[in-house]
């Protein structure tokens, strides 16, 4: 999950693997899979990186989760 903000400043908590499509126009809308829109106040590319921060971070914690398991 990512925590972006909405226009009126509030924080908004998303499931990134559930985005389908974020455009500018200018605003920047993201379209989840379900087909809800969300309008926030992050750009295009602040959102790629949270989304690439966070899979990083997963992957890091999975890999430290297996090493622990196998001592």
Do not use: W
Not at 1 to 17: A, D, F, H, Q
Request: hydrophobic residues 35%; negative net charge.
């Amino acid at each position: 999950m990512i925590v972006l903000t909405k226009l009126g400043g509030r924080p908004l908590m998303i499931n990134e693997e559930l985005i389908e499509t974020v455009s500018e126009t200018p605003d920047t809308v993201i379209t989840m899979n379900n087909g809800h829109t969300y309008i926030v106040t992050e750009s295009m590319e602040e959102i790629m990186d949270k989304v690439i921060d966070f899979n990083r971070m997963s992957h890091r914690s999975l890999r430290l989760k297996k090493s622990e398991n196998e001592l």
